[in-house]
């Protein structure tokens, strides 16, 4: 079964189980446009980005990533935004833990 994510201007993968290491939970892969800005829902989450630069601001902080660069998100957030940066645009994986 595919499951889109509904955000617009994002590219997804269908969620997939990631197999015997962590059989529970599901991944996404994105394709964040260099304009796009997004909303993560709020619950545990694990982003690696994977090509460009991702500007994460979760509970008041800020935190940029670099391609190969992870960053896990408590479920008690205050809300999750995620930009690409650099005028690029990011691709990325969400786990969902």
Request: net charge positive; hydrophobic share 45%; glycine share 8%.
């Amino acid at each position: 079964m595919k499951a889109s994510i509904p955000f617009f201007g994002l590219r997804s993968v269908p969620w997939l189980n990631l197999g015997k290491n962590r059989a529970d939970s599901k991944v996404c892969g994105l394709i964040l446009p260099a304009t796009a800005v997004i909303s993560l829902p709020r619950s545990d989450r694990v982003i690696e980005v994977i090509t460009g630069h991702v500007w994460i601001t979760c509970n008041g902080a800020d935190v940029i990533l670099k391609a190969g660069e992870r960053f896990s998100i408590p479920g008690q957030n205050d809300g999750v935004l995620v930009s690409a940066l650099r005028n690029e645009r990011a691709t990325m994986v969400i786990w969902k833990v």
